[in-house]
């Protein structure tokens, strides 16, 4: 199983940027698959899930309106759409996957995970 994030960066408050993240190794349209993220001295923050078999989708309180999570069945990679960054949104982003059927959006759900990808949003 592998999951690989690609599209982190640097970015001024207001820009955006869009994750992607490459999977291989599992029956990627039987997942649900999450973005977590994690700042340094805090703990891993559920940003947004989605269930591949039916779509449906779960974003935390804090991005919710500005990121927008899909996925590609096709590719077997998932997407992450942040707009309007903001600092705060600074932290590395997690993909995983989870073999749970429905929207859990906690981490401990969730079997397969990638390394990360670093999203910087400066001031």
């Known amino acids: 199983v592998q999951l690989v994030e690609s599209g982190g960066g640097l970015v001024h408050t207001g820009g955006s940027l869009r994750l992607s993240c490459a999977t291989s190794?599992?029956?990627?349209?039987?997942?649900?698959m999450g973005w977590f993220r994690q700042a340094p001295g805090k703990e891993r923050e559920a940003v947004s899930c989605i269930s591949n078999s039916d779509g449906l989708t779960y974003y935390g309180d804090s991005v919710r309106g500005r990121f927008t999570i899909s996925s590609d069945n096709a590719k077997n990679t998932v997407y992450l759409e942040m707009n309007s960054l903001k600092p705060e949104d600074t932290a590395g982003y997690y993909c995983?996957?989870?073999?749970?059927?429905?929207?859990?959006?906690?981490?401990?759900?969730?079997?397969?995970w990638g390394q990360g990808t670093q999203v910087t949003v400066s001031s």
């Open positions: 995983a996957a989870s073999t749970m059927a429905i929207v859990l959006c906690t981490p401990e759900w969730y079997e397969h």
């Open positions: 190794g599992f029956t990627f349209e039987h997942y649900t």
